[in-house]
């Protein structure tokens, strides 16, 4: 450690309590409910009055949903609405898939359908014309009861393949709903994006008939089933009935506005109260307890919310959960929020490779430009003692190394809603990103340490991902580095892509503190900050992510190893590995004593370890890791440049002698290559952890190393002396 002065450490503490600060006002403000929280305060649907009916309308986005379908619309105004991520064992997920899935209550894909029409399989298991419903129909008739499917039945087309017959049986054909079943599942004709041909039209008119036709106190599901615009958007999930419903507006909509309120039992029982006494008529958003996002459920949570309509407890080993009705905060225009959400995950999945294309078209040939221009100042500087130096490359550097919190930022704004969305979107990160770096050369304005700048956007990194973290990661939503829900990989907390971001600020402010604290002052801040960082990824109410506990021991095992001057050897190193592993221990171990109900991915391995089937899950995670290299060849980039960074720790070459003038950079970039290497195996994508932290670090080490001043008065006469910084 070397003393930088007061000035020096009192900002670098500065630093660390405005990291450590926003977290915790974060936590307090979620605690308090003046802020977005995982899991909004929630009630669950009643059980139903009447028949329960499933409609599902493969297609169903809601930009089909306006005054041109006065049943649809009517539904959404007056009913629960959500953001659907229909997700089947494939991202684009078909219909006959997306119907498999929902009946068997997980992913699942027999592949003689839809997504592959040569196959000639039967599509139920059992071999037989319909889908596979056992989650479904098992429960039910074991309770004396029958589920009746209408357009499911598969038949052959002219060329002998099978196909769904919806057309002929399904929704269009206006079935008449068999009165001795308390389950019914009515497939629609497949819409087609942007669709404003006679089949929506057709579809809402269906619709409304069949509505106008159903029993008093009919609890009404209509869901998107199934993509067909060959990608995976978000769909449709509006619950009518028991979870509330009101008249549909317009003339065309009259019929479906009487049965819309029959089913809500304006006619029949009392018009405004569920069995439990709850006001079930207003419209609001759903939720669920798989996903812990207001507005948004997903496919799989169908099944378990079927069968808690029919008054049938779901099975606890289902990976769905029951629908709920979010009771706070609801919106004024709770549809209007739902699309808005089901927009914006869906083009921040859609979009990222364009988006994050167009920002490496710009950055990229900039950082070189920049280097190029700052070699030539160099050679033409011949004596540059005393003065101070501002770098073009390490300031476009700096730019690089703020996007990512940058990308997190554009949230704020309703990208998604501009006409033209990704130049909007590239747009907006850009100014974002640029506006941390002037908050970063301002910070840095009258300091000597090149590090500065760096450690400013690593420290706006932390709080922007940090709080977003805390507060339900609605940022993370819609954020291409975010969680990418469409995929259905993860709904809340922090993903891998997230965690490498964070890593990789991480290590940039500990570097600085290496750097400018004294030794006993370094060992605490490095304490706080990997003690913070490593509850902000464990936490159920926070981050929720296994993977990133391991990694963020290690590194602040390592770290703070050096910070106290203790040597790195076998012993010291397997005293972190163990440490490291016991905490993570202790992470699963208390999630999973919260109980069934409240774990999450942590409590859930614990369970999978007593229930012998975490051998499977740990296979699955390294089949997926490894298999990101065969499936995106583009991802062994990452492990060339890991490797890359792990040979210039190690051999030190002459040309980054300027990185190590800073004491903390050494120790904190062999840390940091120990901790991706963790990640890496630990996570099922944990190559993209790798590949975002390895994208902080080697910004922040351009500009670094570009902001570092060679003085002298000609070769072999040089000296080296830390530059202002940007």
Known sequence: ???????????????????????????????????????PQARALPTSQGPVVLVGIPGLTWDLIDESTPTLQGLADTGGSAALVVRGPDEVTCAADAWLTMGAGSRTDLEPLGCDLEADAPWGARGGPEPDLAELTGPVEAEGGCVATYGLTASADAAGRPVLDTERTGLLSRPTLDPGCELH????????????????????????????????????????????AGRADAQVLLVSGQGGAGAAPGEAGQDASRAIARTSGSEGPDPEQGPAGQDTSEATLLTSGSTRQSGLVQLVDLTPTLLSLT?????????????????????????????????????????????LGALAVVLLPALVVAGLLDRSARSRQRVSTGRRRRSLLGFVATTVMAAPAAAFLAGVLPWWQAGQPWPALVLTILVMAVAIVGVARLTARGHASPLLPPAVVATVTLVVLGVDTLWSSRLGLVSVLGLQPVTAGRFYGQGNVGFGIVLGALLVLLAAVLSWLPRRGAALAVALLGGGTLVLGAAPAAGADFGSVPATAVVTGLVLLAALGVRWTWRSLLLVAGAAAALAVLAMVLDWLRGPEQRTHLG???????????????????????????????????????????????????????????????????????????????????????????????????????????VGRGPGRAEATGGPGD
């Not at 190690?650 to 963790?678: F, K």
Request: charged share 15%.
């Open 185 to 228: 599942l009515v497939a629609s004709i497949a819409l087609l994006e942007g669709d404003r041909s006679g089949r929506l039209a057709e579809t809402d008119a269906a619709l409304a008939d069949l509505i106008a036709d159903a029993p008093p106190g009919t609890t009404l599901l209509v869901s998107g089933m199934g993509h067909t």
């Open 1 to 39: 450690m070397v003393d930088a002065g007061r000035p020096q450490q009192q900002l670098t503490w500065a630093l660390v309590a405005a990291v450590l600060g926003s977290w915790c006002l974060a936590a307090v403000a979620a605690l308090l409910g003046v802020a977005p929280a995982q899991a």
């Open 311 to 355: 008054g049938i407890p779901p099975e606890d080993d289902l990976p769905g959960d029951p629908v709920e009705a979010v009771t706070d905060p609801t919106p004024a225009a709770p549809s209007d929020s739902a699309a808005e959400l089901a927009e914006g995950i869906s083009l921040a999945k859609s979009l990222a490779p364009w988006v």
């Open 604 to 710: 859930a391995f614990v369970q999978a370890v007593l229930d012998g089937e975490a051998l499977g899950i740990v296979t699955r995670k390294l089949d997926q890791s490894l298999g990101i290299l065969v499936s995106y060849p583009l991802s062994w980039l990452a492990v060339v440049v890991l490797a890359g960074l792990a040979w210039v720790v190690v051999r030190r070459p002459a040309w980054a002698e300027r990185l190590w003038r800073e004491p903390g950079v050494a120790p904190v970039a062999s840390a940091g290559v120990v901790g991706m290497a963790v990640a890496w195996l630990l996570n099922d994508s944990g190559i993209a952890a790798v590949a975002l932290c390895l994208t902080i670090l080697l910004a922040a080490g351009i500009a670094l190393w570009a902001s570092t001043t060679t």
